[in-house]
């Protein structure tokens, strides 16, 4: 039998299944179901190497998301943070300055897109506690927030690059370990 804090890890929902194309509605009330699904959701992130994860991502069609970055095969450059839940979040100030970085979706297995994104962005957002903050991310976390709020709206990462700026998994991997030996021998 199954207790209640037995991890679970989630279905994802894959780009052609209709919730990944609909806006998702607003937390009411923060109840047990709540905490096990977010609790749900940082698992199955870090199950997958994910940095992020959107509810209707797993089937629920409710504005909640977790930011959890931290280094990993997928994304080997990115900040290590505790994971966090994101209720019903609003972005209420973007930086005019914008910048590109390499994407990749739980959602969209196989491809990276160099996705142009806000540097900063000020946000304000429900924590799992429930109580409202406001807040200024930055660099990678700021791009992981504008991906993720905008699974909510029923947008992914393709709808913002150029096709050009589409490539394999592969390819990409390949690249980073490029990179990655690149800057080791810098070191030396
Ligand atoms: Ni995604």
Known sequence: MKTKTEKRFLHIAQLGVPIIRKRAIPVKK???????????????CKEVEGVGIAAPQVFQGLQIFILASYPNPRYPTAPKMKPMAV????IVAR????????????????????VPRHISITA?????????QKKIF????AKIFQHEYDHLQGHVFVDRVDTKDIITE???????RKLLKKSITHLK
Not at 124 to 132: A, D, F, P
């Open 30 to 44: 923060i109840d047990e179901e709540t905490k096990i699904l977010t609790r749900d959701m940082i698992a199955t």
């Open 95 to 114: 930086s005019s300055e914008m910048e590109k970085g390499w994407e990749g979706c739980l959602s969209i297995p196989g491809i990276r897109g160099f």
């Open 124 to 132: 304000e957002y429900t924590t799992i506690e429930g109580i409202r």
């Open 138 to 141: 930055t660099g990678f976390v």
């Open 170 to 176: 592969a390819i990409y991997q390949k690249m980073t």
């Open 87 to 90: 209720l019903n979040p609003k």
